[in-house]
């Protein structure tokens, strides 16, 4: 499997879920303040803002209605795209959970992360961190090979340690 890597800071605890995918959590005195979660990398085109709709639109209670905001089109730190919305779910009129979803393309694969907050407050304090995190991303492709291993000779030696996350300006030269 080709995994996303973030860098998550100390504070967040990262576990693995029963289905596979990876979460991290932050804590709070009364209560998670952030709950991070992303699956393995699939083929896809380039994310677009609708691939954040859906994940926005993914895993609700039924009746609960999504608000979107706009979404930002922006950048990993190695050069990656990244889209990037905040969301608001309601149920029965009443905002019960906030969303910040990511979705990133890694040249034919994409990635998506969903952080939920239990409220607006925590998403608009936890913003500049959460697009940090975001911006650390990195393709793991270290159990298959792909196009970036076969034309990329650092590759072999990245993946064994010591070198630079490739970034995307590198594959394209």
């Known amino acids: 499997m080709m995994w996303l890597a ?15 995918d990876q979460l991290a959590v932050l804590a709070g005195a009364s209560g998670p303040r952030a709950i991070a979660t ?3 990398l699939t083929l896809r085109n380039a994310p677009s ?20 905001g706009p979404s930002e089109a922006l950048q990993t730190t190695t050069g ?10 309601e149920r029965l009129g009443v905002a019960n959970e906030y969303r910040t979803c990511a979705v990133f393309a890694f040249l034919e694969h994409a990635g998506a992360v969903l952080i939920r907050f239990p409220s607006r407050g925590e998403q608009i304090a936890l913003s ?41 300006s590198r594959l394209q030269q």
């Open 6 to 20: 973030l860098h998550w800071p100390d504070a967040w605890e990262r576990k693995h879920t029963v289905d596979g």
């Open 38 to 40: 992303w699956s393995p």
């Open 49 to 68: 803002a609708r691939d954040g709709e859906l994940l926005a639109e993914s895993d609700l209670v039924a009746g609960s209605v999504v608000t979107r």
């Open 80 to 89: 990656w795209p990244l889209v990037v919305l905040d969301a608001t779910v």
């Open 128 to 168: 500049p961190e959460i697009r940090a995190i975001l911006a650390t991303a990195t393709p793991v492709w270290n159990q298959r090979a792909s196009l970036a291993e076969q034309c990329d000779p650092g590759a072999l030696a990245m993946q064994r340690g010591g070198l630079e996350p490739r970034s995307r």
